[in-house]
């Protein structure tokens, strides 16, 4: 009999962190002490917490201990299981003085960073074992399709999500019940479901954590929307550079199979759905809806011109619903649990929860899901635990490449759709990615264009050739040769690329620039005016110098410097005991090496 | 799959096993398992606990975990029951005879065995 269970998580954060290893230690170990019979290992999805992988939960109790290595593992088998004496140590502990007092031991729940979620699409994420269907089952998984099809018609399903408020969680925010219905109002003899998992924002990876953590979610929802919108085919575009995802996918497919959740005449119900599962090679043009079906077709990943519509024309030339695997991670609960729950969550037009992939400066780095209308402050400060080494928090980037960023200004507004789009950020698919002081906007801007220009798919002009251009002016300021014209320029490009591009892709590419410029314009100015990056990032505007009363004159910046750039230039400097040390501004490559070395915070980069 | 009764058949086999997770409930039946109780056959106690609370059905409102030694190793093995809002148990010198009918009687019946507690012994 099993009387407690070690769940270990198998996410992508923590299998690179080692959690394999734990896996098969606290095997040997358990079955060492004799306990094989009575403690359970679960390998399951991500719990969120990444910076502190690996992370191991200890229930009954609910122990959350972080950062476990190899060598931990015999001191929580003998001490934790055997002895019931909690490993002190190894506990996360970020709670509150007063719930640390009152509770005998610390829970999962109580600490800072779950505190303040909600948990729904994410709500078996690092609690089942993603690669057992009957565990999926036992938390009511496939009761929702079972309530669908026995006791829903397709138009009450349709009326289920309309009414939820759900919206599409890829970043778009089309109102998902909407979508089902126009594709449920065409007719076909074929019609199909797509979801797309090929999450290509930099610093995104909630699709990822879903897959992995709660595939049969994903595989539950898609059959609901087939019988909605008269599907009995669905395709899964996720990316081959998530092979978890993928082998879990592909598990949770086989079973359901094995089950009869897909197949023929599911439920008794006369409704027939079955799945499969397409790897993108990484394209991040493929995301956008259009491109991954003609990616899916066989053909190259370009986007074709809407309308049609995918719900008229989409895959194969058949009606078609794509979403996104957020927005189906939704559905079983909204389908089981009721509209008015789901609507009760969140704000006026955006219902729910959002999960947001928290990354760049904060020191809970980790996935972490809120109710809509919970501001960048309450995210940023509290759940993420603010900004490492006491800095001070500058912007938040929202929606990748796509998106813009938030400035310390505007950190108090409730995050929704609509009052993101009102600052002329957009949500995206969630990818948060905090910066502090050190960065410089102007760089940011920069970094993401080199990705846009890297992943423009070409077909159409504005975005080809539109984006490098942009690049081509970012590079001329950030390198001190920008003028004020320059920056006019940027911005009378950006409106033209975003007026005349095809799809989503060229049309979101200028937001980092615009959002940048617009609430950091002046750091765009003293990079053309000043000749100087107030962050002191951009290495073409900085020089690094030795202030002589602080100098020590012990050398150590010589010895580090890789460019032999600096040199002692006055031994016997009057009234002066030690050498004097100057660095050779034509040799500074401006790595920092030397500032980083000196003792005595001698050198300054300006 | 054919019907909804066949899928809760599934789940109803499945519960116990994951139900463990949810948090803990709302009593707590907590086995000294430091050397001193291993010592005294505490482990056989722990599990006819854990064994007979899933036979029962009461894994769902009861939590079974272990603790170190409480300082009172010659009445080992030694078994708290805590219980929001009641004082807490203490059952001394337990065997895995005496846990099934403390299940049977205490955690199912709500009558505390007087004669195995700590006050008695």
Known sequence: MIRSQVLICGGTGCTSSGSAVLIDEFENRIQENGLSDEVKIVRTGCFGLCALGPVVIVYPDGTFYSRVQKEDVAEIVTEHLLKGRIVERLVYSDVDESVKEEAAHVSLSDTTFYKSQRRVALRNCGVINPESIEEYIAMDGYAALGKALTEMTPEEVIKCVMDSGLRGRGGGGFPTGKKWSFTAANKADQKYVVCNADEGDPGAFMDRSVLEGDPSCIVEAMAICGYATGATEGYIYVRAEYPIAVARLKIAIEQAREYGLLGKNIFDSGFDFDLHVRLGAGAFVCGEETALMTSIEGNRGEPRPRPPYPAVKGLFGKPTTENNVETFANIPQIILKGADWFASMGTEKSKGTKVFALGGKINNTGLVEVPMGTTLREVIEEIGGGIPHGKKFKAAQTGGPSGGCIPASLMDTPIDYDNLTAIGCMMGSGGLIVMDEDNCMVDIAKFFLNFTVDESCGKCTPCRVGTKRLLEILDKITSGKGTLEDIDKLEDLCYYIKNNSLCGLGQTAPNPVLATLKFFREEYISHVVDKKCPAGVCKDLLTYKIVKDTCFGCGMCAKQCPADAIKVTDYTAPGKKKPAYEIDPDKCIKCGACMSTCKFKAIVKE | ?121
Do not use: W
């Not at chain 2, 054919?2 to 009593?27: F, T, W, Y």
């Open chain 2, 1 to 121: 799959m054919k019907s909804l009764a066949e899928l809760a058949a599934i789940k109803e086999k499945m519960q116990n096993k994951v139900v463990m997770r949810e948090g803990s409930g709302d009593i707590r039946v907590v086995v000294g398992m430091a050397t001193c109780g291993i010592a005294a056959g505490a482990r056989p106690v722990l599990n006819t606990f854990v064994e007979e609370i899933n036979n029962e059905g009461l894994a769902g409102n009861v939590t079974v975990t272990q603790t170190g030694c409480i300082g009172i190793c010659q009445y080992e093995p030694v078994v708290e029951i805590f219980e929001a809002g009641k004082e807490k148990v203490t059952y001394v010198k337990m065997t895995a005879e005496k846990a099934k009918e403390v299940v049977e009687k205490h955690l199912k019946g709500g009558n505390v065995i007087e004669e195995y507690t700590m006050t008695n012994a």
